[in-house]
């Protein structure tokens, strides 16, 4: 029998299975700090209390990343949904590459290497500068400093993005100044290694599914133009533009370091360059403004004649970029390569905000339909405004496309609503409780459809964030603000997500379960896909995690 074959279970539900990712919404603690649970939310209220539901892992190690203090976040979180096996993901992938000197050792790195000793330009680091290891980790740029250094690479510059956002937001500087003492150890031995640019990463290079083209013009202009406004150090940028503007880390304008005789370190051709964050999503506009020869989206001018290599490949299907340090994944027969292969129609959506998520990361980090004769894929545009200002971001629009989707024969929808994470991220409770309410509203309009068709759905989450709004001290107290507030928190959380079977006309034969799991293996988001797969008819395959029905 094909790898590709599924064997059938008898289950024939002859109506639609609907799956709804609420982004970023976990099982928190009920305290003022939730806005998931301050919210008038009768919708999931009434799921929770009335409607088989179990809570899943969507953080560490039961998403494949190193540890269980590492955060989920959507792209693990999609890929553990989509694959239905765990995978070791983007951070644990290289630390193992640094640490065992694979990385070190690769046609890349000696690449990126040869092409600046032989030019005498300098070796360009850009990405995200934290421990937050979502997108990246100091630990992986201090590596490869030190590494250039030690292989006689004279000089070399960093381009480094504000993040506040999965780490403290304003927790910049701890994190330029232990950059500052690698750069100064290195330094001492008579080498040219220096901080160049840097910014918010909400406003800078950090775009993603091309939703603000702009952010990348202006990462265009302080790293390889050099062009912005100029401080001695990164240090005093920092300080200076959070006096201005009042603004948290992720929002902190641009700036370009350098003194009167010019910037320290613009790109120039000849140059090697090294963006190290080893997440996709935000990494894949930036790399074509590298690679891609007729580039119209900015004006960035004719394509720099530079080595240029990710940390990963972020787009496999694309190819891009065509030079990196680390080797991804490699997801194959996802839930929804195999639904493909038995002939089954599908539809995803959401807005341009995740819609990667429920596409390209759901099915293996690979771009593009497997069957275009049985699939669509709709995204609904993005408003380019911060979130905070329109939490209820594009909730009536995915829900209207797809109460039209779920009436035109498609076995299995998937959708994400993005509201619990990107209006979490900001850090503002009372946009959060809106973000809620609105996707309560909505989720109510979406399942009231599934019932009048006799069909499923599925209610989970890729991980938490509204779920906790407030930072927290070493007691568990909220920290307060001197203003009579407390800190926001606008990282994402550790806490489990639910898992919420909604059947109202009884169609499954059998009740939601967890199933046994082996000692050290976890309940979570990978166990989802062979949930899907039983509803529609079919055994999951072996490698599979199993699945949370237990058929009658």
Partial sequence: MS??????????????????????????????????????????????????????????????????????????????????????????????????????????????????????????????????????????????????????????????????????????????????????????????YQ??????????????????????????????????????SARVAIETLREETGAVDQFLPGFVIGDAHGPVGPIRDGASVCFFNFRGDRAIEISRAFEDESLDTFERGPRLKVRYAGMMQYDGDLKLPARFLVTPPAISRTAGALLARQG?????????????????????????????????????LSDVVPFEQRPWMKCAEITDATLKALGEGYDHLRINYPNGDMVGHTGDMRAARVAMETLDLSLGRLLARVEALGGVALITADHGNADEMFSRGKGGAFVEDGHGGFVPLTSHTLNPVPFILFDPKRRVPGRLQAPFIPEGGYLGLANVAATTLNLLGFEAPEDYAPSLLSLD
Avoid at 71 to 93: C, K, P
Avoid at 201 to 221: F, K, N, P, Q, S
Avoid at 347 to 361: D, I, L, R
Wanted: contains cysteine; negative net charge; proline residues 3%.
């Fill in 3 to 192: 790898e590709w074959t599924l064997k059938k279970n008898g289950l024939r539900l002859n109506a639609p299975l609907l799956t709804v990712v609420m982004d970023g919404v976990g099982l928190g603690p009920d305290d003022a700090g939730n806005a998931v649970r301050r919210a008038y939310t009768p919708v999931l209220d009434r799921l929770l209390a009335q409607h088989p539901n179990l809570s899943l892992a969507a953080h560490g190690r039961a998403v494949g990343l190193p540890s269980d203090a590492d955060m989920g976040n959507s792209e693990v979180g999609h890929n553990a949904l989509g694959a239905g096996r765990i995978f070791e993901q983007g951070a644990q992938l290289v630390n193992v590459a640094i640490d065992s000197g694979a990385l070190f050792e690769g046609e890349a790195w000696r690449w990126l290497v040869e092409g600046v000793k032989a030019s005498g330009e300098p070796l360009h680091f850009i990405g995200l500068l934290s421990d937050g290891n979502v997108h990246s980790h100091e630990r992986h740029l201090h590596a490869m400093l030190r590494a250039a250094a030690q292989e006689g690479v004279a000089a070399a510059r960093v381009h480094a993005l504000l993040d506040g956002r999965d780490v403290g937001e304003r927790s910049a500087l701890t994190y330029f100044d232990r950059l500052e003492v690698v750069l100064a150890e290195i330094n001492a031995s008579g080498f040219d």
């Fill in 195 to 232: 901080i160049a640019s840097g910014g918010g990463r909400m406003v800078v290079t950090m775009d993603r599914y091309e939703a603000d083209w702009r952010m990348v013009a202006r990462g265009w202009d302080l790293h390889a133009r050099g062009e912005g406004r100029r401080f001695p």
């Fill in 344 to 380: 089954l129609r599908q539809f995803a959506c959401s807005e341009t905000q995740k819609f990667g998520h429920v596409t390209y990361f759901w099915n293996g980090n690979r771009s593009g339909y497997f069957d275009p004769a049985r699939e669509v894929y709709q995204e609904i």
